[in-house]
């Protein structure tokens, strides 16, 4: 008889919860994967597809607005919420489908419900008991509202999925990336968005240019942007709800989406029972192979709060099914990792920003160019996309690439695999540009900025 029921019980069938589950399975471990919700996670549910599906729809506003000068005489237009969210909801079940199915076909075991630790190789599901060799947690995070008067009538990016319709107003509260996320998809299907942002400018952590030109580009378009204002209290109206911010101004609307960070999913789930050991913010502690203070039980994806993005839960838990199954010790490599932030117009990233850059090799060549995108010559629109590279002196090595530009997270991706090569500007500049396209512009920036030149200067 085995040991135990299972080698490998994880709760939560998220990005990475899955990817761990089928490649043990694959190595030939015996494992279940417990769930309460939908499968698929936050980023097949109320994340990443959903909200991609939803930056589309937004965008058709100002496509149809630029095809009248491209020629095309176009009817009356009229935009139908409810049907998108139809729509995005049955392509959301059969998603929920194709998990469902890459779980069965590895001969992972699907258990519906809710799982507690009882101790580090036992867990609680629907009043059974199981056993596991390792327990992985990857029950991911949800979504934080801070206390507020009123703020329980602020909805957050699981409820704005469901509206049954559109916020004709809508106060954004938070500068992350949902927040800005969702300030361009309203305002493109036609909203009116009010975001406000605690801070002196919105996406910390993002380069101060990136910053400055996507607040720009947003203010363009006539997005009321608050920056070093709070939220104070929210208090209902017969139609919608008044927000009163901390500087005493009154904004009216029909909602206010609370887009101020998410925490990680732990509270209920017993770690403590099993002595697993957690930060302030609940975040599972966790070693360079993902193992948590008890040896059995690993964490992966945003329950970790490390780097809070799918293809990183995925890396993640590839890299446990391996380690534990797969006869090899691997270590998530979280070094240069891209992302996307699908504004309007799009932020891509990858690598240091100049100010990380400055810090880690104290010389730098910078980059930077800003340009009206060919589309735009015949449109009339005022957008412009910008572009930075940031160069270390010593190794002529790129170790910063920033866009903000329609397209910006397929660009990025491709540039991505040079930053993590550790190209040099040399070699950028040795590669022929695709004439013409947006692109091109990274590997023809000739004319560094001036030595002392700071950030935000053009
Ligand atoms: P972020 O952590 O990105 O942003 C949270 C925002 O809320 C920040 O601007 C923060 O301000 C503000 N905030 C936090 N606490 C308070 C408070 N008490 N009062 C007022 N403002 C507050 O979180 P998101 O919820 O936007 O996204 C969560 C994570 O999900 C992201 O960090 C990212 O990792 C991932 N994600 C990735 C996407 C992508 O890849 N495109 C899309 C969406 C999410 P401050 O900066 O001052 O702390």
Redesign the pocket.
């Known amino acids: 008889m085995a040991e135990f029921d299972y080698d490998l019980f994880t709760i939560g069938a998220g990005s990475g919860g899955v990817r761990a589950s089928r490649m043990a399975a694959a190595f030939g471990a015996r494992v279940a994967v417990a769930e309460d919700k939908r499968l698929g996670g936050t980023c097949v549910n109320v ?2 597809i959903p ?1 991609k599906l939803l930056v589309y729809a937004s965008h058709y506003g100002t496509d149809f607005a630029d095809a009248e000068a491209y020629g095309w005489n176009l009817g009356p237009r009229s935009f139908d919420w409810a049907r998108l969210i139809a729509n995005k909801d049955r392509e959301i079940a059969r998603l929920n489908g194709v998990y469902r199915g890459i779980l069965e076909k590895n001969g992972v075991e699907i258990l519906d419900g809710t799982a507690r630790v009882l101790d580090p190789n036992t867990v609680e599901i629907g009043g059974r008991r199981v056993t596991a060799r390792y327990l992985l947690v990857a029950t991911g995070g949800l ?1 934080y509202v ?1 206390e507020r008067p009123g703020s329980e009538l602020a909805i957050t990016s699981n409820e704005i999925f469901a509206l049954p319709a559109r916020p004709e107003r809508i106060l954004i ?7 800005v ?1 969702f300030a361009g998809i309203l305002h493109g299907m036609g909203s009116h968005v009010t975001q406000i ?3 002196e400018l ?1 996406l ?1 952590g993002f380069d101060r240019d990136v910053r400055s030109v996507l607040a720009e580009e947003m203010r363009k378009q006539d997005v009321d942007l608050r920056f070093g204002v ?1 939220l104070a209290k929210i208090e209902k109206r017969a139609a919608g709800v008044a927000a009163t911010l901390d500087d005493g101004s009154v904004v009216e609307v029909d909602q206010v989406l609370a ?4 925490r990680p999913n732990t509270q209920g789930l017993g770690l403590e029972s099993a002595g697993v050991k957690r930060n302030a913010a609940g975040a599972v502690l966790v070693d360079a192979y993902s193992c948590s203070s008890v040896p059995s039980i690993y964490a992966v994806g945003d329950v970790t709060d490390r780097i ?2 799918t293809p990183v839960a995925i890396h993640e838990g590839a890299a446990v099914a391996t380690t534990l199954f797969g006869g090899r010790p691997v270590k998530p490599d979280h070094t240069d990792v891209p ?4 504004s309007h117009p799009n932020v891509g990233s990858v690598g240091l920003t100049e100010d990380e850059a400055r810090e880690k090799y104290g010389d730098v060549v910078l980059f930077r160019t800003r340009f009206r995108p060919l589309r735009h010559t015949l449109t009339g629109s005022g957008e412009t996309t910008m572009m930075k590279l940031i160069v270390d002196k010593a190794s002529d090595r790129v170790v910063g690439l920033h866009m903000v530009g329609p397209d910006a997270g397929e660009i990025v991706q491709g540039f991505a695999v040079a930053v993590k090569c550790k190209a040099t500007k040399a070699q950028f500049d040795a590669t022929i540009g695709i004439h013409p396209t947006a692109a091109e512009e990274l590997v023809t920036m000739r004319d560094p900025l001036p030595p002392v030149a700071p950030a935000g200067s053009e």
């Open positions: 994340g990443c909200k979504p801070p509260v938070g500068g992350g990336y949902i927040a996320e942002y605690r801070g919105f910390r709070d887009a101020t960070g998410r809070n993005l992302s996307a932030v699908f």
